[in-house]
């Protein structure tokens, strides 16, 4: 048997959870910028990992671990992600969607993708199931940074949907609609409440996974350890490349994060009354800052623990400029909404322009 979706609208972007997100809803009617839809899955986020079983040992990430739910959370777009602890029911479910004309957002490690060509790991990256063919076990994937689909073997994609052999799991996460694809909150709504969430979940991260600006102070204070770990310039390397390359849209995901804020604002004049754009285009150059060093470290033969040092000062700053930008971020989505109450309007239009 072969099925594969009619019509889906395939772009390339900067971010695999974001661009996904933005064609699928363009495929069911719904036109948001990409920049838009990051903005209201409340993005913008940070954590901080070490565990010898990783490669490398330390990394760090700058979006948040729950995205693609928050975006449906805040905006009332019947979006559901969900994992599936059974490999065979995780194929099953994602074929089914695909029998009904229907893509389906997939978390994989693209380590097990043979298109990709890595030879590093790099579990939750987000792409799109549109077509299977029984014949040739292959899968058609709808792919953040190619322009045409990519095929991989049913094999390769279940392996990177759940890995037994790397310590984070993609736990067979899927996602799609269940529902009308229509915004539930007026658009004003849903760009307060996603700032909201984006700033309680920076300011007071509250979770097990080392996460927000308290990750990103320790980050600050362990760089300097750095120098003592066997694989220093793969970390300092991988460092680099997730703020510059990876999908993190050149700029730790900041840029994606300053061109919501600058949609925003047009419907929100009090966000560029703030110089709220203004100042996560300040932020995203430190974090560019900050990937220079880290390229400079490990394209050394020796490492040069100053180096590290540096890339401390620059991260404590950094954390210092995002705390105030989300302090004063949560103070200004919090304001109009206490004073209009729980009974605003509702909408739910078919297509709005961010």
């Known amino acids: 048997m072969t099925a594969i979706v009619e019509g889906y609208p395939h772009h390339t972007g900067e971010h695999c959870a974001s661009t996904a997100l933005r064609n699928l809803l363009c495929h069911h009617g719904l036109q948001l910028s990409e920049e838009m839809v990051f903005g209201l899955a409340s993005g913008l986020g940070f954590y901080y990992l070490k565990l010898d079983g990783l490669s490398p040992t330390r990394m760090f990430h700058g979006r948040t671990a729950t995205l693609e739910s928050d975006f449906g959370r805040n905006t009332g777009v019947p979006f559901v992600d969900r994992p599936e602890p059974d490999d065979d029911r995780a194929w099953l479910a994602v074929r089914a969607c695909v029998d009904r004309g229907r893509p389906v957002m997939v978390a994989t490690d693209t380590f097990y993708l043979g298109y990709h060509h890595t030879t590093s790991h790099f579990p939750l990256h987000r792409c799109v199931v549109v077509g299977y063919e029984d014949a040739s076990e292959t899968v058609l994937i709808a792919d953040r940074k190619f322009e045409i689909y990519?095929?991989?073997?049913?094999?390769?994609?279940?392996?990177?949907?759940?890995?037994?052999?790397?310590?984070?799991?993609?736990?067979?996460?899927?996602?799609?609609?269940?529902?009308?694809?229509?915004?539930?909150?007026?658009?004003?709504?849903?760009?307060?409440?996603?700032?909201?969430?984006?700033?309680?979940?920076?300011?007071?991260?509250?979770?097990?996974?080392?996460?927000?600006?308290?990750?990103?102070?320790?980050?600050?204070?362990?760089?300097?350890?750095?120098?003592?770990?066997?694989?220093?310039?793969?970390?300092?390397?991988?460092?680099?490349?997730?703020?510059?390359?990876?999908?993190?849209?050149?700029?730790?995901?900041?840029?994606?994060?300053?061109?919501?804020?600058?949609?925003?604002?047009?419907?929100?004049?009090?966000?560029?009354?703030?110089?709220?754009?203004?100042?996560?285009?300040?932020?995203?150059?430190?974090?560019?800052?900050?990937?220079?060093?880290?390229?400079?470290?490990?394209?050394?033969?020796?490492?040069?623990?100053?180096?590290?040092?540096?890339?401390?000062?620059?991260?404590?700053?950094?954390?210092?400029?995002e705390e105030r930008f989300f302090s004063d971020a949560l103070e200004l989505a919090q304001d109009r909404g206490d004073r209009s109450g729980a009974g605003a309007r509702r909408a739910g239009t078919g297509s709005v322009r961010g």
């Open 150 to 321: 990519q095929r991989c073997s049913f094999g390769e994609l279940r392996r990177s949907r759940n890995a037994r052999d790397y310590p984070i799991s993609c736990e067979n996460r899927y996602g799609e609609f269940e529902g009308e694809v229509k915004l539930g909150v007026p658009l004003e709504e849903g760009i307060r409440a996603a700032l909201r969430r984006n700033a309680r979940e920076m300011l007071e991260p509250g979770r097990d996974l080392p996460a927000g600006i308290p990750a990103l102070r320790a980050l600050a204070r362990d760089f300097a350890n750095w120098a003592a770990t066997d694989d220093w310039s793969w970390a300092a390397r991988f460092g680099y490349q997730v703020i510059v390359k990876r999908g993190a849209g050149g700029s730790f995901f900041r840029s994606l994060y300053a061109g919501f804020l600058r949609e925003s604002a047009l419907r929100l004049p009090e966000i560029e009354e703030r110089g709220l754009p203004a100042r996560m285009d300040a932020i995203a150059a430190r974090w560019r800052a900050l990937a220079r060093v880290l390229e400079r470290q490990s394209n050394r033969k020796e490492c040069d623990s100053g180096l590290f040092a540096q890339a401390g000062r620059i991260a404590a700053e950094i954390a210092d400029r």
